[in-house]
Nanobody
């Protein structure tokens, strides 16, 4: 079992920044890849970013590439999502997820464990 707890969401003006954190417990954190997904009201959950077990490989959705950065600290069992140049269309509940693989994955069905989500609201 893996427990994931997100934090860092909030309300920010367009152009601003937020950093989300996801603390993991219950399994060897450094063994598996992590991902961030988001779900806006009335829309399906979508992939945002993923990072492999070592932090050496990352992949982003086109809509956030160049603005968001995923990183991890295996000594703290935590994965981060630094979000810069935020836009109103980034407004969503953001979810942290853990996959059983050590390598990056972009589909939600590849992920076995999910956090409860944290709300990000970007005002125009």
């Amino acid at each position: 079992q893996v427990q994931l707890v997100e934090s860092g969401g909030g309300l920010v003006q367009a152009g601003g920044s937020l950093r989300l954190s996801c603390a993991a417990s219950g399994r060897t954190f450094s063994s598996y890849a992590m991902g961030w997904f988001r779900q806006a009201p009335g829309k399906e959950r979508e992939f945002v970013a993923t990072i492999d077990w070592s932090g050496g490989s990352t992949y982003y959705a086109g809509s956030v590439k160049g603005r968001f950065t995923i990183s991890r600290d295996n000594t703290r069992n935590t994965v981060y999502l630094q979000m810069n140049s935020l836009k109103p269309e980034d407004t969503a509940v953001y979810y942290c997820a853990a996959t059983g693989s050590s390598y990056t994955r972009i589909y939600s069905y590849n992920y076995d464990y999910w956090g409860q989500g944290t709300q990000v609201t970007v005002s125009s």
